[in-house]
């Protein structure tokens, strides 16, 4: 029987993360990948927030697998067609230590786990866990078939639907509000048509969310991504709305893709991928407990995901807790060894790296996201009020209010619920 000071499961961000910290502090480390490579079975939107790399390992810029920086970020409401949008630009993001990127899973992921292996982790690819080996009602490590492997901790970072958090008896059973579905197409292009098409230059990106009727009614919206020489396209949804509406999410994506807006940016592109993902929706509220006697809980496997609207992250809070992780396992060892009470160290660290306090920050957006007029009645206000105020066809035109005002009773919008509604928002984005 093989025994280490650390198992972690998952070589994603949050695994390979932990296991380079672990192994930095001096702990024998093993990281378990069940696919064949690290980044083979990983699905995500395509963009990370750069910061927990300046801590994690300084020097990322000179081998990270960069797509390109994103340096213009577009808001854009849809509704019949046409569509409007919010745009910011800042060409010094992509030098500035809170730049965010582009980057493909398959290669980004490899690229953690070969630095978590230079720090003194071993990897071992193609073996699944399939339970966590308890001993005199602890964990003792993992075990894969007839295999066990002893170990003192368990980092647990195998993703959303992680059935060895609930083995551990630190969450309940899934139930489907509290989980989006998300798919995306990689589609490939030219690097100069991208570039062209988006006024980029060869290192520089563009991020996109669009929300409005394509929808057709379901809580969601989507994303636009560019890469070098392909682009990200795709969509998160709720799964309880995709249910109750008998909707497919295939057709939610054509739709999508057909959207003028949309259409004219990825014409000519050929899709080389297609991939999904169940995708933690409720962020903090559904974290399950993160630290037990012997075991840890980090990434998308603990919660760690915020979608406030402009935003999706879930990379960036999957490599900060991954860090968070493997330090609070050295303080446990100096305290005498991994029991829950020298654990307990965990959710500070969580705290100081900022996991658990963006959580909270934004704690009120899963429940804002629910409204269904933030889908389907404000898209379609904010385009239609755009089409008024710079259509003239010699009637005599009104002010912006009157518009305003107009489009609202044609809806039979109250003021109040507009108040309400947007009030709310500025609480809880």
């Not at 994603?12 to 690290?38: C, D, H, I, K, Y």
């Not at 005199?136 to 059935?163: P, T």
């Not at 060869?202 to 969310?209: I, L, N, Q």
Request: glycine letters at 10%.
């Amino acid at each position: 029987m093989e025994k280490f000071d650390a198992v972690v499961v998952g070589a994603g961000p949050a695994g390979s993360a932990a296991a380079r910290t672990l192994a930095q502090r001096g702990f024998s480390t093993l990281l378990v990948e069940r696919g064949n490579r690290p980044g083979q079975k990983t699905m995500y939107g395509g963009r990370i927030y750069a910061y927990p790399l300046e801590a994690w390992y300084p020097d990322w810029r000179k081998d990270c697998p960069v797509e390109r920086f994103v340096v213009r970020e577009s808001m854009v409401f849809t509704a019949d067609g046409r569509s409007v949008a919010i745009e910011f630009e800042s060409p010094r993001l992509a030098d500035a230590k809170e730049a965010s990127f582009t980057a493909l899973r398959s290669k980004f992921d490899e690229w953690m786990a070969k630095k978590a292996e230079e720090a003194g982790a071993m990897l071992v690819t193609g073996i699944r866990v399939d339970e966590l080996w308890r001993e005199g009602g602890r964990v003792r490590g993992v075990v894969n078939g007839k295999d066990k492997v002893a170990a003192d901790l368990v980092v647990l970072a195998e993703g959303a639907v992680s059935s060895l958090v609930r083995q551990a008896g630190m969450s309940k059973e899934p139930s489907p509000e509290q989980y989006a579905v998300g798919v995306k197409e990689t589609i490939e292009l030219p690097p100069t048509t991208i570039e062209d098409r988006f006024g980029l230059d060869s290192r520089t990106g563009a991020a996109y969310v669009h929300t409005g009727d394509y929808t057709r009614g379901c809580r969601g919206g989507g994303f636009l991504y560019t890469n070098r020489g392909t682009i990200s396209l795709g969509l998160v949804i709720s799964s309880q709305d995709l249910g109750h509406r008998h909707v497919s999410i295939a057709d939610l994506m054509d739709d999508y893709k057909a959207l003028p807006s949309v259409a004219a940016k990825i014409r000519g592109g050929k899709t080389v991928e297609y991939s999904a993902h169940l995708v933690p929706e409720l962020g903090g509220s559904m974290s399950p407990k993160t630290y037990s006697d012997n075991v840890l809980v980090a990434g998308d496997a603990a919660g760690f995901l915020i979608n406030n609207g402009y935003t999706f992250r879930g990379v960036d809070l999957a490599i900060a807790s991954g860090v968070a992780a493997g330090e609070a396992a050295a303080r446990a060892r100096k305290a005498g060894g991994m029991s829950a009470t020298n654990l307990s160290a965990y959710p500070s660290l969580l705290r100081t790296y900022n996991v658990l306090t963006d959580l909270e920050t934004f704690g009120a957006a899963p429940s804002y996201l629910k409204n269904p007029r933030l889908f389907t009645l404000y898209p379609e206000l904010v385009v239609s009020l755009a089409e008024r105020v710079y259509r003239v066809d010699g009637k005599g035109k009104g002010k912006v209010l009157d518009a305003a005002l107009e489009e609202m009773r044609q809806r039979k919008l109250p003021l109040i619920q507009t108040l309400r509604d947007l009030i709310g928002g500025a609480r809880a984005m």
